[in-house]
């Protein structure tokens, strides 16, 4: 049938059926060769694959900037058809530190920049004159404790946080380094001094803080460890040359759990963990019991276990160091690893482990191998925690820097030295102690 006023010959219609297949079979290669990532480089006549990159970033509000260029899109951004190649990637917003990285995009692959949260940039406010050189933090962030050295002396003061009101706790007549240790799961807290045997170990409720319990005074005989047990309700072990013990704050019971026959120890959840010598060997063994049935956990050790001190334990993986010494060996999954490392820290907000000296950074997330995150000469003392995505604080002999440990991005946040610091991190807040400004004392700062 032809139609009024056409001439659809036979050869006609051959050519339009051929001119639509050909561009048929055109069409598809390239238009499925578009969504798989491929682009026609029209200036050197050459089919390139591209890459992807996501960005979604805290404070939303904040600028991107790639290649030096402005991103005109709201954050979260994505950017596609990207050729290979290296790329930077700044994020910037007023009053906010500036969050810079070197990128590589690659055939076929998104680069994601996620769980970042800009710095804020403020300046300190000061709390407390005088010299701090030991803090602590409360679990729940309630309670702030830190020590004031004075001369010959050293006062230690509590802060509550919600309200800011603060009261001297106890003073010590000399100006030995202490160690003040929080309850992980109530607000009870200890103080002693650094280094075992303690002949007074004080136990404080920080809402009753007249009543102070002195472990060392109710054992009469010195302690050789303690350690703070997992539960709601306060309760402490504690062991003396003799016996291992739990202990009461709130009524000032104690009861007796096991005599000391080995050299170490430490208890995760009602296990115990046992670092003793095999009689036959005299070589260091690693034991756990619990309920009074020991399985040997590991022997691998070429030394006694006079040379070892057990750090923590925490879901099966269990950290031990040498004493006097940088090095740690960390066992999980049957699997040992020996990492370089003077002082450890679990993340609270998930099971990444973090190890350091003053030259080297070590971190192993869950059910992976230790890796070495970072080294430096500058002499490292601390390392904390700032969010939720491990963002890191690190105190350096002559200044703080924070880290974001994903993607090996770092600037200075405090530019002088300070001694010591803790973070609440939910509310983001940096206390610290140290001199800033030419002025001595306990500092806050809101990042």
Do not use: C
Request: glycine share 4%.
């Amino acid at each position: 049938m032809e139609y009024p006023g056409t001439k659809l010959i036979k050869p006609i219609r051959r050519a339009i059926f051929v001119f639509f297949v050909a561009l048929f079979l055109i069409l598809s290669p390239a238009i499925i060769m578009y969504t798989s990532g491929y682009r026609y480089d029209f200036q050197n006549g050459l089919l390139k694959e591209t890459g992807s990159l996501n960005i979604d970033v805290l404070p939303s509000t904040a600028e991107v900037f790639f290649n030096n260029i402005k991103i005109k899109s709201e954050i979260p951004v994505r950017l596609n058809n990207l050729t290979p190649g290296k790329y930077t990637v700044t994020i910037k917003k007023e009053g906010y530190f500036d969050w810079y990285k070197n990128i590589e995009i690659n055939n076929k692959e998104t680069v994601y920049i996620k769980d970042v949260v800009l710095l804020k940039k403020n300046l300190p406010t000061l709390i407390h004159d005088g010299t701090v050189e030991e803090i602590a933090f409360s679990p729940d962030a309630q309670y702030l404790v830190y020590s004031i050295k004075k001369n010959d002396r050293k006062e230690i003061w509590q802060k509550k946080t919600t309200d800011d009101t603060e009261a001297m706790i106890v003073e010590f007549t000399n100006t030995d380094p202490l160690q003040l240790i929080f309850s992980p799961n109530n607000n009870f807290y200890a103080i002693s001094k650094k280094q075992s045997p303690y002949t007074q170990v004080l136990i404080i409720n920080p809402e009753r803080p007249e009543k102070i319990s002195d472990l060392a005074k109710s054992s009469k005989i010195p302690i050789t460890k303690y350690q703070w047990k997992e539960t709601l309700s306060p309760e402490i072990y504690y062991s003396t040359e003799k016996q291992l013990m739990t202990f009461f704050p709130d009524n000032g019971n104690q009861t007796f759990i096991t005599k000391n026959t080995f050299t170490d120890w430490f208890m995760e959840n009602g296990q115990l963990w046992i670092l003793t010598d095999n009689t036959s060997t005299k070589k260091a063994e690693l034991i756990k019991d619990y309920l009074g049935f020991n399985n040997l956990f590991s022997e691998d050790f070429e030394t006694s276990a006079d040379f070892w001190q057990i750090l923590t334990a925490k879901d099966g993986v269990v950290l031990i160091k040498k004493k006097n010494q940088p090095e740690m060996t960390l066992f999980s999954n049957n699997k040992k690893y020996a990492i370089a490392g003077e002082k450890y820290l679990f993340s609270k907000y998930n099971n990444w482990f973090i190890s350091w000296t003053p030259w080297e950074i070590w971190t192993r997330a869950q059910n992976e191998e230790p890796v070495l995150l970072n080294r430096s000469g500058l002499q490292l003392q601390e390392i904390i925690p700032l969010d939720k995505y491990n963002t890191l604080g690190l105190i350096w002999a002559e200044n703080t820097s924070v880290l974001f440990p994903y993607y090996l991005v770092s600037h200075d946040l405090i530019d002088q030295k300070i001694n010591t610091a803790v973070s609440d991190s939910d509310k983001r807040i940096l206390y610290f102690g140290g001199k800033y400004n030419d002025k001595e004392g306990l500092w806050k700062l809101e990042y």
